[in-house]
Structures are given as C-alpha cells and as structure tokens.
C-alpha cells in the first residue's frame, strides 16, 4: 500500500507544471519590455508572458512597454524594482556596450542582474530596401553619396553596431536614429532611408515580401558574409564582437537581490515554456526562432562581454562618439502630463509633445539649474531637441516664468 501512494504521490507531483509553486499563486507577473509596442522584442515578451504565468502559477503576466534612450530607461526601471520575482524585464544587448563605456544615464550593473535565460541567437543582416538603388553590398560600398539609414535610439545595439560596422568597412552612411520597433522598415517602405542593421528573425518578413534584401550577415547563415569584406584588423574585430554579441538575443532578467529560491523558480518555468510544444508552434508561426539558453548561462556570457581589452572599449567608444542633431524651438508650455515628464509644447510643425527626462534634460528655469517639477503651464521656454527621434526627449528645456 505505501508503494502505491508513493505512486502517486510522485504522479500527481510530476504533474505540476515545472517551477510551479504557492510563491506565484494568484499573483501577477510585470514584464518589462524596454520598447515601444511593435517589434520583436515586444513581440518575444508578449509571446513568453502568455505561457510564463502558467508554469509559474502565477495570475497572469502583464506586459509594460519602458522605451526610451535606446533601451536605457526601461532597464533602469527594472533595476530598480523590488527584488521579489514579481517584476521581470527583457532589453537589448547594446545596454553591453553602454555599460561598457559608463553611459550617461545607465543606472544599472547587467554583472548583478539575476538572469532567467534567452530565448534565442539573433545574427544581424545590413539591408537595403528594394527602392535604395542598390543592388549590393559592393553598390553600396562604391558609392559617392552619403546614404541614409534607419536605426533605434543612440547607444542600442542596432545603433552602436551599424556604426562600428561602417567605420570598421568604410561605409558612405549616416545614421538616422530614433526608428523604434518596426518603424525602420516602415522608412525604407517610404523611402526616408536605403536601409539599416537588424536583427534577422525582426526583419525576415520584410525581406520575404520583396522589400528587401540582405547585403551582408554577421552570423547565422545567412550570406554575404560581413567577415569577407573585413580587410583590416580593425574590420575583424569589429565583426567578431557583433557576432559575439549576436549570441544574446532576447534575454530576460529579474532586479539583483532576487531571492536565489526565487530566481530558480522563474529560470525553470522559463525554460520550460521554451519547450513547450503549443509555445514552440506559435513562435514558428510568428517567425520567431528559438534557440533557448538557461539564466545561469547567460550570466556567464554577460560577464564575459563586459570585459573586453582597452583596445575593443577603444572601437566601442569611437562608435559612440557622434554628435546628436539637435534644432531650438521657442514656445510657451501648453500642457503638463505624468508629473511634467511629458511637456506640450508648439513646434514648427505645428503642436507637439516631448518627454524631460530626469537624469538627461538639463532644466533651467529663470537662469539656475531646476528639475523637471519647476516647470508650469505658460512658461516661455527655448526646446532643445533631436527632431529624428521618437518619441521626442529635450536635451535642454530653458525657461522663464
């Protein structure tokens, strides 16, 4: 008889789906996603969420899109959240390179973040819209006009590698940033750009469609292959950290100080939604690779990227050093929303709205240094901004009033 209950005592306990627990029960998870909506990241999370509460146990999975400064502010935010396992948050791998170079505004330490897994490999792919005018990387490459690509915000990977890419292979382009989600391919549909790097399960249905093709490849197997037009040391190196990078697609992590207990809990129902069959299915039929890989090997793989000689910080670095395009627009303040982080305000174009951030708008008001709460309704301010960006965040707000 003890045999028998034994029996089905271990039955009815692998019957549990894994990492589930009374820890997540009724609760509800946040994830983070440091994006706007569109795109594949938010794409990913979304999908992940939909099977995560289940292994977990939890209520539900609730998806909360942080964009902003290239990834920076929803990371920031994640960090920052209580350690309890019920906030949860994905990001890209240029966060890497930002912490690498100590970024004005990065708030977090990706070396203390308590990592749950990837959920794939993500090679990169220039290209080039059918209507460029190119027919290859070599038109390209040999052309004496500057060329105009898409790209997300300044210091995320697909900007940060699109311009080690052009230095290390000497490419006539200048980078338009600010093209978050899918609005990059929605510009090379419009003609406002020739094309832009991206990760190659975002882009493959654009490419499926006609409306473009793959000039080169930094992993995968995909062809041109980047490393064949590498004729310098330099060129090499810079291809060899974008593959390596390419590695860490998709990752999720929890805030550091997470309870060890609890971040097992959340790697194994992590993973085991990576394996299931009707997860599996959906990811196929939205064009979303899986190439799984678990929390604590992931973290490995972090803390070997963020340790790169002075040399490779030196590419990085030069990457990085770019000036912003920015325009200065009079206005009075019209309006004041989400406790005067977003600021209405009338542009050349007509009526307009931009975000102060705290750690990266310089505020002035009346000639001293002030905070974002300073700011009223009918102030006359001078708006400094980048005008290619959205969604639109002041370098400078000078005012009086």
Known sequence: MKRILGAIALALTAAIPAGASEYFDGKTVTYIVSTNPGGNYDAYARLVGRYLGDKLGADKVMIKNVNGAGHIIGTNTLYAS??????????????????????????????????????????????????????????????????????????????????????????????????????????MLRGEVSGQLASLSSIQSFIDAGN???????????????????????AKSIISLIDAMSTLGRMTAAPPGTDPAVVEELRDAYMAVMEDPDFLAEAKKLGLPIEPTRGDEVATLVQAALKQSPETVAIISSALDVEIPTVSVSSEIISLENKNKVVGFNSDEGGATGEVSGSRTKVMVNGSEAGRGDLAVGMACEFEYNPDTSPVEFAAVNCKG
């Open 82 to 187: 209580k350690p309890d396992g019920y906030t949860i948050g994905t990001f890209n791998t240029g966060l890497i390179y930002a912490q690498i170079l100590g970024r004005e505004g990065v708030a977090f330490d990706l070396s203390k973040m308590e990592w749950i897994g990837k959920a794939s490999s993500d090679p990169r792919v220039l290209v080039l819209s059918s209507n460029s005018g190119f027919d290859s990387f070599e038109a390209l490459k040999a052309t004496d006009k500057v060329t105009r690509f898409a790209a997300s915000g300044i210091g995320s990977a697909a900007f940060t590698e699109t311009k080690m890419l052009a230095d290390g292979l000497d490419l006539p382009i200048t980078l338009i940033p600010g093209y978050q989600g899918n609005a990059g391919e929605m510009a």
């Open 212 to 234: 473009g093709f793959v000039a080169i490849a930094v992993g995968g197997a995909e062809e041109p292959k980047a490393m064949d037009y590498a004729q310098t040391d330099k």
